[in-house]
């Protein structure tokens, strides 16, 4: 059969802040690769101030960031 693409593969996007310097989660699909997609706000360095655990993004410090989950 035609048509491209892998099922349930498809590209998100997550956007995930904190707000007031607090700590804040996001959950995402277990499993999935993450990677930061651009800053909106804040000083966001991976492992610092953002991360992934399995199921979520977290963030702290003011990061507030849209993610690639795919």
Do not use: H, K, L
Request: aromatic letters at 8%; glycine letters at 18%; one cysteine or more.
């Amino acid at each position: 059969f035609g048509g491209g693409g892998n099922a349930g593969g498809e590209v998100m996007t997550v956007t995930c802040e904190s707000w007031n310097y607090r700590p804040a989660q996001c959950a995402v699909p277990r499993g999935r690769q993450v990677r930061m997609q651009r800053v909106i706000a804040g000083d966001c360095a991976q492992g610092r101030s953002w991360g992934v655990r399995p199921g979520q993004i977290w963030v702290n410090g003011g990061c507030r960031a849209v993610f690639e989950v795919n």
